[in-house]
């Protein structure tokens, strides 16, 4: 794998898990940083705690409905050798009682199978099919952490962030797309302590290596029609919400991007006429950054997002594209607030430090807020308290309690929130 293994030989799994036990209420409570922890974890524990990830009780959110996953595995690249994957592993691990999973290049869960009583367990800490098992919104995990590293991954038991997925250990490494190199996905084994031994890891790594000759294979097979040359196909689509980097799915493949790229992406799929590289200068920095400098950036990312045409003169895309900046706002303009709320991951590209991104995630943040402040809808209220953008909103809270039933089973709770908050406030 590519760092150290999980369990190195000789060391008791149990004494091991019980260190590790140790080590995350230590860093939970304290920040201290435990002697039992792999660097690979510290780091991963701290951008998860970065992103707002709560380790005592964060459970992987469920982004894709039955229909959307659908779409999404019917469009993805890796649906084709999923057979060769179900041949090589996924038999053989449900013969020993193991699960394995095939995610999207952002972490989104595409297929989970394996054995079915570790499955129905698995349901109860959202590790299914349509689940967002990236960092950011799960914490350390072997398939998360393997897309955040861009390599293979072993994630011990109690190495999880989130509490409630401690027992679970998993081995994962990236799926490449053989003409880019661009991630296409993840492949993880998921199971006990046994799931991190050498014989496992080995396993993976086969059965990746497999995958990506067999993509390779189909691609030099005129006979044999590549996803991307579909006649029929979805709009391309941009999600930067709650996500320090832009993800583009465009031709069923999903291309992670980096900071600026995610800034330039976003302000051009804003643009209805196009930009000009001085607009973009303005845009993205308060310094007004050479021209020659957006036009560098914009040549280096023309050549990431093919088949994906940025024209010029002014830059703008050759295609319409989406992005769930631009769904959330219709579903707030239809009143679904609920729908609104299980979309907004988080504000837009947090880290982003251009004018013009800031002012969008200003925005968005209160149009959505206010659209729940002026609302009844207890559960979408509650729904958006519960999260790491509203835990700390004491009017969000308020307003939650107030349209919440007398009768509710969640109205003490709510309460003595409030009451938290109110103390915080000074009230």
């Known amino acids: ?27 939970v409570s304290t920040g201290d940083v435990h002697p039992a922890l792999r660097s690979l974890v510290l780091d991963s524990w701290r951008r ?111 190495e999880h962030l989130s509490r409630p997925v401690a027992s679970w250990s998993c081995s994962a490494s990236p799926i490449r797309d053989p003409d880019t ?36 294979i189909e691609r030099l097979t005129p006979t044999r029609p590549r996803a991307r040359a579909s006649g029929s196909r979805s709009r391309p ?34 643009s209805a006429d196009g930009l000009t590289a001085g607009q973009l200068a303005v845009a993205l920095s308060e310094d007004e950054l050479p021209e020659v400098t957006i036009r560098a950036e914009l040549s280096r990312l023309r050549t990431v997002l093919t088949p994906l045409e940025l024209l010029s003169r002014p830059y703008r895309f050759g295609e319409e594209v989406d992005t769930d ?12 607030l609920r729908r609104a709320v299980a979309l907004y991951r988080g504000p837009v590209l947090p880290m982003s430090q251009a004018p013009a991104v800031e002012q969008l995630r200003d925005d968005l943040h209160l149009q959505l807020r206010s659209a729940l402040l002026g609302a009844d809808d207890a559960d979408a209220l509650l729904a958006f308290a519960d999260t790491p953008h509203g835990r700390y909103d004491l009017e969000v809270w308020e307003r939650g309690l107030e349209c919440l039933p007398a009768s509710s089973p969640r109205r003490f709770q709510v309460e003595e929130h409030v009451r938290a908050l109110e103390v915080e406030h000074g009230l």
């Open 325 to 336: 900046v631009v769904r959330l706002r219709r579903l707030l303009a239809s009143g679904a």
């Open 181 to 216: 190199g661009a991630v296409l996905g993840v492949l993880d084994l998921s199971g006990g302590p046994d799931v991190v031994s050498l014989s496992s890891v080995g396993l993976v790594r086969a059965t990746v290596a497999a995958v990506e000759a067999q993509l390779r």
């Open 1 to 27: 794998m590519g760092h150290d293994r999980a369990v190195p030989i000789g060391v008791d799994p149990s004494r091991l898990a019980r260190a590790l036990h140790d080590a995350h209420d230590s860093f």
């Open 48 to 158: 998860s705690v970065g992103d707002g990830v709560d380790p005592e009780h964060q459970l992987a959110p469920i982004r894709l409905d039955d229909a959307a996953l659908a779409d999404v595995r019917a469009a993805h690249p890796l649906r084709t050798v999923m057979p060769v994957i179900r041949r090589l592993l996924t038999d053989s691990a449900t013969d020993a009682g193991l699960m394995v999973a095939v995610s999207d290049a952002v972490g989104q869960l595409l297929w989970v199978e394996g054995d079915p009583v570790l499955r129905a367990r698995a349901e109860a800490t959202h590790f299914v099919a349509g689940a967002d098992w990236s960092e950011g919104a799960i914490g350390t995990n072997a398939p998360g952490t393997a897309l955040a590293l861009g390599e293979a991954v072993q994630i011990f038991g109690p």
């Open 237 to 270: 689509r941009i999600d930067v919400l709650g996500t320090h980097a832009a993800a583009v799915q465009h031709w069923g493949t999903t291309t992670r991007l980096t900071l600026r790229h995610s800034e330039l992406v976003l302000l051009l799929a804003m």
